[in-house]
C-alpha cells in the first residue's frame, strides 16, 4: 500500500525541480532509501502482528485455564478440609456441616411443660411441672459413627436432681444397615410402647404396663446393642446391658440380656397406606441392682400421682432373678390406629428373711388413636416405631389449624401372686398397698405443627383393694394432664 502513495509524491517532487542529471541521480537514491525504509517498516509492522495474534492466544488459553485452576485449588482445600465453610439449616432440628460430606452435628432439645390434678387431693397436690427439659447433640463422622450425648434438666419435687442428669450417651458404628452397633448407656428396646420417643408417646404417660415401675426399674442402662433392618419389612435388637438403670455401673457379674424382633407384614405385602406390625420381646437378668432401691419394687399410676404396689426384701446375696417376655401388635390404616400389648415378668429368689419366692407380674394395655385431620400413622412408621406426625396443615395466622387427635387407652396391672409380700404399714410409713389395678385413659392432642403439640388426659384408676395414702382411703384415684410440649 505504501509503495503506491509514495511513487506519485516523489515523481511530482522531481517534476517541480529543474532537470538535472545530478539532481535525478539524487532523487533515485532518496527513492530507493524511502523504498528500503518502508521496506523495513511493513517487516516490523508484519512481526507485530505475529507478536500481537501470539499474545492475544496466550491471554485466551489463560483465560480458560483459570476456572480449572479455581476448581482444582477448591478442591485441594476442601480435601485438606481449610476453608471449607460451615452451612446451618433445620430439619427436626439444628444441622450443622460442610461439603465435604464428612461430618453432620444435629442439636435436638425438647421440653415438656405440665399441669397436674389428681382426686383425691390428699394423695397428691396440683402443680404445675416440668416433665422433661432436654438438650444434646447428634454428631455423626466418617460416614460410618454416630455420637450421641443428652442431659436432662428437669428437677424432681424435692429438687434432688439439681444438676444434669445423663440420658443418652453412646457411640453408633452403622457401616451395616442390618448389625447396627451401639455401645454406651442408651434405652434397651423391649417391646412397642417403650420403644417410642417420649416426643411421640400416644399419651402424656406410658401404660400400667410398660411405665417405670415393678416390670419396667429403669428406662436406660449402660452395655451393648446389636440392632437393624436385615429387610425392609423386618426390624431387630439384641442388647447386653448391666441391668442396674441409668447413670449406674454394675457392681457385680450378674447382666441382662435381652432382645426384641418385629416385622410389618403391610409392608411384606406390598399393602400402601398400612401398618400391619407383630412383635415380640424378651429378656433375663435379676433385680441385684448397684443401689438400694433393687430391694423394693413398686409401681405408681398412670397419671405419675399415687404409688400403689410395693414388695421390698426382694434382694437377698444378690440372687434375685427376673425375666420377662413380651407380644406386641399394631394395626394402623390411615388416619386409625390400633395398638396392644401383654407383658410377663416372672420374678425368683430369697427374701432378707430367708424366704424364697418365685411369682409373676403381668400386664397388658390396648389403645384406639384417631387423626381426625386425615394424617395417617404409615408415614410416621420406620423400623418397628411411630414417630414424628406432620400435620397437613401447621397451625398459622391464615387458615391452618394443624392436626387434632382423639385417644383412648385401657391397660391392667396384675401382681395378685404378691399379695402376701406387700409392703406393711409402719409408724414411718403407715401407707397400704393393692396387688392390681386397671386404669382408663382419654386423650386430645392438638399438634400445631410438627414439633409443637398441646396434650389433654383424663386417667380414671381403679384397685383391686383400697388403699391408705396420706390418712385418705380410697380405692380411686383420678387424674388431669395438660401438656405442652415442644421438641426439635
Do not use: C
Amino acid at each position: 500500500m505504501f509503495k503506491f502513495v509514495y511513487r506519485p509524491l516523489v515523481a511530482a517532487l522531481v517534476l517541480a525541480v529543474p532537470a538535472s542529471s545530478a539532481l535525478a541521480d539524487e532523487a533515485t537514491d532518496r527513492i530507493k532509501q524511502l523504498e528500503e525504509m518502508m521496506h523495513e517498516m511493513q517487516q516490523q509492522r508484519i512481526e507485530q502482528d505475529k507478536q500481537m495474534q501470539l499474545m492475544a492466544e496466550e491471554l485466551k488459553a489463560m483465560r480458560e485455564q483459570m476456572p480449572q485452576a479455581k476448581e482444582e485449588r477448591d478442591a485441594q482445600d476442601k480435601s485438606k478440609g481449610d476453608g471449607s465453610p460451615v452451612k446451618a439449616s433445620f430439619k427436626d432440628g439444628l444441622i450443622f456441616t460442610d461439603d465435604s460430606g464428612d461430618w453432620k452435628m444435629q442439636i435436638n432439645g425438647r421440653v415438656q411443660a405440665d399441669y397436674r390434678d389428681w382426686d383425691p387431693s390428699e394423695w397428691k397436690t396440683d402443680s404445675f411441672t416440668i416433665r422433661r427439659a432436654r438438650l444434646g447433640a447428634t454428631f455423626g463422622f466418617l460416614q460410618d459413627f454416630t455420637v450421641r450425648v443428652e442431659g436432662e434438666y428437669a428437677n424432681d419435687n424435692t429438687g434432688a436432681r439439681g444438676s444434669t442428669a445423663l440420658t443418652y450417651g453412646y457411640l453408633d458404628y452403622t457401616r451395616w444397615g442390618g448389625a447396627k452397633i451401639r455401645v454406651g448407656q442408651f434405652k434397651p428396646f423391649f417391646g412397642l410402647e417403650r420403644t417410642y420417643s417420649t416426643n411421640f408417646t400416644d399419651f402424656a404417660e406410658l401404660s400400667l404396663a410398660t411405665n417405670n415401675g415393678a416390670i419396667f426399674t429403669s428406662t436406660y442402662d449402660r452395655g451393648v446393642m446389636l440392632f437393624g433392618d436385615p429387610l425392609p419389612w423386618l426390624n431387630y435388637n439384641v442388647y447386653y446391658v448391666n441391668g442396674s438403670g441409668q447413670n449406674n455401673d454394675d457392681v457385680n457379674d450378674t447382666k441382662d440380656f435381652g432382645g426384641r424382633v418385629n416385622a410389618n407384614l403391610a409392608r411384606l405385602a406390598d399393602i400402601k397406606g398400612a401398618v400391619i406390625h407383630i412383635g415380640a420381646s424378651a429378656s433375663a437378668g435379676s433385680i441385684s441392682f448397684s443401689t438400694s432401691t433393687g430391694s423394693t419394687v413398686t409401681q405408681s399410676t398412670e397419671g405419675s400421682g399415687v404409688q400403689f404396689f410395693s414388695v421390698n426384701n426382694l434382694l437377698a446375696a444378690q440372687n434375685s432373678d427376673r425375666d420377662r417376655w413380651g407380644l406386641e401388635g399394631s394395626l394402623a390404616y390411615g388416619p386409625v390406629k390400633l395398638s396392644s400389648e401383654y407383658i410377663r415378668a416372672n420374678f425368683q429368689g430369697t427374701t432378707s428373711t430367708n424366704n424364697k419366692f418365685d411369682n409373676d407380674i403381668k400386664a397388658w394395655y390396648v389403645d384406639m388413636n384417631w387423626m381426625l385431620t386425615g394424617e395417617s400413622w404409615a408415614d410416621t412408621y420406620k423400623s418397628g416405631i411411630y414417630g414424628r406426625m406432620k400435620p397437613k396443615q401447621n397451625f398459622d395466622s391464615k387458615d391452618g389449624w394443624g392436626a387434632f387427635e382423639l385417644g383412648a387407652r385401657y391397660s391392667k396391672f396384675d401382681a395378685s401372686d404378691f399379695e402376701s409380700m406387700l409392703t406393711l404399714p409402719t409408724i414411718a410409713n403407715p401407707n397400704t398397698y393393692a396387688s392390681e389395678a386397671h386404669a382408663w385413659t382419654l386423650g386430645a392432642k392438638w399438634l400445631l405443627n410438627p414439633n409443637a403439640r398441646i396434650v389433654l388426659n383424663y386417667v380414671h384408676s381403679k384397685f383391686d383393694d383400697p388403699i391408705l395414702v396420706s390418712g385418705k382411703l380410697d380405692d380411686v384415684e383420678k387424674a388431669i394432664m395438660l401438656r405442652a410440649q415442644y421438641d426439635f
